[in-house]
């Protein structure tokens, strides 16, 4: 019986009443007439396990034993969302266990609503690794991912008096269902200590005296694939002490200290650092970088390869794809492995490395680019120091060979600098040892080349590639959007989830009225569903008949939120001074949705601004509700879900050059909003793909902002130029939106007066006439909805599924299926 496999429960609505019951009495303890809703969403989520598992345990079997090649996606971040959806959605089973709750006297939405996020990421990095893995799974790839369970993921988002207050995220304080930790597949990871050289058996060999260490607890998530019966493995690591009571110390009467030992190992995983895109190089963030990549690396080589396996042959069988530079020291780390550990000669395992590892690299910012100091590496592995110097000698080596000796060339190509401190530079570390190299959109893989590394693609050739972000249809249309989906369903059949260029059918019925009309119900449906939401979650709503104008992302200078508020100060102004009649006025409601990285002063005063503006904007009786600003605090994934699907508006507005890809941008296209947007990133797929006629483009190309920096910026001149821009930058510097003062917002006005590094005023006179065209396009409502539909038939290239067969073919080199 025990070798026998798990079958799943039977899949009839009795069936699952019975295990769902099963799972309320023995997992939570609890009759039904007693159960709390957390309880009965418990049951629930244990009961969809169940049903899981057998297609869980066949496919680890399964991977095992075809020995064929496989990615490994290590991400510091996995942005999630809700499981429980998705889990019923991939399973077939969310009717039968509507029906099934139903029959018990319970609404699964209620239930549905229980359930806490895992928040274990910031932005788009993190919500990419979510699509991905999703995507790995629905076209059976041999995959895992790897990354870190946080206890504390991204912070939840409050507002005092319109400004930002973080509170930590406890998302696993009420119950876990969906993890299964392992303490008795723990790996030790060491720290700090020193090296030595040693004589083995005539051979000169390093090795490593580490001076403290933790253990790596794996937590393993499933990540089932859309009606494929697959099921594949998210593996998050936990640091635990290695000895919760260490008998000397114990035996020392020191208890005290032995408990503080515990506390310092659990805190390697304890929290999510919220910066996005801003490094702090603190020593905790090289820790919980190094424990992961360490603890991933050994759970492959013990875990997935047997025992006896041939270690030249490793790029026949992993490719580790490096997501950003977070997991970059997995390079030095492989290295001393394979020749410490493993003997290998250095040149054999460096010929290796360079085939089992690739880099994504997601941003252009070069403060963003993570660099280690390394007076930290060598306190905190300095082994890998001493690795990572004789590669990067070996390649300054190289170069001279190549390119002569080039000193200029040298430094900067150098993987140390030694300005402003002497540092590792972990984005050049990850392109001299990776396969490959990709950026995230065709604009932004084109501006690494030519402008980031622009001596590295000199030297070699071949290695930069492009593979374009996508998202998952699963979640952003059939899970977000059920009534689209259903919509798109009826006119093309079930096949457009895994295929999603199907899509393309849509085109002709955008040309048949009542389509349209359905399509136009729809959206009108779901912003209705929006005020729902939005009023039992924050006592907010949004008014029957308005254009929703969203703009939902991290609040990051380069994407410009300024603008954005620039444009409603100016329509306000208008209304306000007289020269615009309110009832020419389309009415509007501006959604914003954004977390300021808790350091990051500007963006939580633009924070503070947008909160201010709104508050005055939507009450003054002059505005007559036309004008209407929405801030929910707490953007997630859960409710990007929800906003996302009733948007009419997507701003895009980055400066051209800073944005590398955005894939809320897809995901807004793929739900029939149409984009206000700059030539960055992605958005120029899109328009290139939905057509000029349905994308509202404005504001410099990035060679033009190239042009402009060069001739020299003078943001002030703008100022001068532009009534409009000078009356609404007046407005806010007169404390128009600060009871009068003028001291809160004038950080915000001077700086875009007389810095304003991401263009924003350069920009505004292009971004308030293309607001002008949107206002225009949006009176002809049926017009409006075509364009829509357009969009969406247009967006099936941005599935994350598209995204992994590029991946496949131009990286990892996978079989397409086990
Ligand atoms: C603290 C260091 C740090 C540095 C960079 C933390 C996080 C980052 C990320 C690279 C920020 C990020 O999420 N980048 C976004 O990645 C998305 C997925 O590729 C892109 O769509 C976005 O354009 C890019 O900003």
């Known amino acids: 019986l025990a070798l026998a496999p798990v079958s799943a429960p039977a899949s009839s609505v009795d069936g699952f009443v019975r295990e769902f019951l099963k799972n309320l009495n023995f997992t939570q303890g609890v009759p039904l007439s007693a159960s709390s809703p957390n309880d009965r969403y418990l049951a629930l989520a244990h009961t969809v396990r169940d049903y899981l598992m057998a297609r869980w345990l066949e496919d680890q079997r399964g991977q095992r034993e075809a020995q064929s090649k496989g990615v490994a996606y290590l991400s510091a971040e996995y942005l999630l969302g809700r499981q429980l959806d998705n889990n019923l959605l991939a399973s077939r089973l969310t009717d039968v266990a509507t029906e099934a709750l139903a029959k018990c006297g319970i609404d699964i939405d209620d239930l549905r609503q229980q359930e806490v996020e895992p928040g274990l990421g910031n932005g788009g990095l993190g919500r990419l690794a979510a699509c991905f893995i999703d995507s790995l799974a629905t076209m059976s790839v041999p995959s895992i991912g790897y990354g870190i369970r946080y206890e504390y993921g991204i912070f939840r988002q409050t507002f005092v008096d319109g400004q930002q207050v973080e509170q930590p995220d406890a998302w696993l304080s009420l119950g876990s269902p969906w993890e299964f930790p392992h303490p008795e597949a723990a790996q030790t990871i060491s720290f700090a200590g020193h090296t030595e050289t040693y004589d083995d058996d005539g051979v000169e060999r390093s090795r490593w005296i580490p001076a403290w260490n933790v253990q790596a607890v794996p937590y393993n998530y499933m990540v089932p694939g859309y009606h494929n019966g697959r099921v594949n493995t998210l593996r998050l690591w936990r640091s635990v002490a290695t000895n919760a009571f260490d008998l000397r110390i114990f035996n020392s009467g020191d208890y005290e200290e032995a408990v503080r030992a515990q506390i310092f190992a659990e805190n390697i995983s304890k929290v999510l650092y919220p910066e996005d895109s801003t490094p702090q190089g603190k020593e905790l963030r090289l820790q919980q970088q190094y424990f992961f990549v360490a603890a991933s690396i050994r759970d492959f080589l013990t875990n997935v390869l047997a025992e006896d396996f041939d270690l030249e042959k490793l790029p026949e069988r992993i490719i580790f794809q490096l997501n950003d530079t977070h997991p970059v020291i997995a390079v030095p780390e492989f290295m001393r492995v394979l020749v410490d550990e493993k003997k290998m000669d250095w040149d054999a395992a460096w010929a290796i490395t360079q085939q089992c590892f690739a880099y994504t690299c997601h941003t252009l910012l070069p403060e963003a680019l993570e660099v280690w100091s390394v007076d930290l590496l060598g306190r905190l592995l300095p082994r890998h120091l001493e690795i990572i110097y004789r590669i990067n000698d070996e390649f300054l080596l190289a170069v001279r060979e190549r390119f002569g000796d080039d000193e200029m060339r040298i430094r900067n190509m150098s993987i140390v600098s030694d300005f ?329 006005v001077s700086n875009l007066l007389y810095d304003d590094r991401f263009m924003v005023l350069a920009d505004y006179a292009s971004y308030i006439a293309e607001q002008g065209k949107v206002d225009a396009a949006y009176g002809d409502q049926d017009a409006w909805t075509r364009s829509a539909i357009l969009n969406v038939a247009r967006s099936g290239y941005f599935s994350s599924d598209r995204s992994m067969r590029d991946y496949i073919q131009r990286i990892w080199h996978t079989p397409p299926a086990y």
């Open 420 to 748: 402003p401190e002497r540092s590792v530079r972990m984005a050049y570390l990850a392109t001299v040892a990776g396969a490959k190299v990709n950026g995230v959109a065709e604009l932004h893989s084109q501006l690494l080349r030519d402008k980031v590394l622009p001596d590295f693609n000199e030297f070699y050739p071949g290695k930069f590639t492009n593979v374009t972000n996508g998202v998952t249809p699963r979640r952003f249309i059939r899970l977000a959007n059920p009534q689209l989906a259903d919509l798109i369903t009826e006119a093309l059949g079930a096949g457009w989830t895994v295929d999603l260029e199907r899509l393309r059918g849509l085109e002709s019925f955008a040309e048949d009225p009542e389509f349209r009309a359905r399509f136009a119900e729809v959206k009108a449906a779901n912003k209705r569903t929006l005020n729902t939401v939005l009023l039992a979650r924050d006592g907010l709503s949004v008014p029957d008949g308005h254009m929703l104008d969203v703009m939902v992302k991290r609040l990051h200078e380069y994407k410009r939120q300024m603008l954005k508020v620039l444009h409603i100060v100016t329509s306000y102004e208008g209304i306000i001074s007289g020269r615009v009649d309110v009832k020419d006025v389309t009415p509007r409601t501006f959604i914003f949705g954004a977390k300021a990285a808790p350091g990051y002063v500007m963006a939580k005063r633009i924070i503070h601004l947008i909160n201010a503006v709104g508050s005055v904007v939507n009450a003054d009786p002059r505005v007559e509700g036309r004008l209407n600003v929405v801030f929910p605090p707490n953007y997630n994934v859960t409710l990007a879900e929800r906003v996302i699907p009733a948007a009419d508006l997507s701003e895009q507005i980055s400066l051209a050059g800073k944005e590398a890809s955005g894939t809320g941008n897809m995901k807004f296209a793929l739900n029939g909003a149409l984009t206000i947007g700059t030539d960055d990133g992605a958005n120029v797929e899109i328009r290139e793909l939905v057509g000029d006629d349905n994308f509202f483009l404005f504001g410099m190309t990035e060679p033009e902002v190239e042009a402009l920096w060069a001739e020299g910026y003078r943001p002030s001149e703008f100022y001068q130029k532009d009534e409009d821009l000078r009356r609404a930058i007046d407005l806010i510097a007169s404390g128009a939106f600060s009871g009068g003062d003028r001291t809160t917002f004038e950080p915000v």
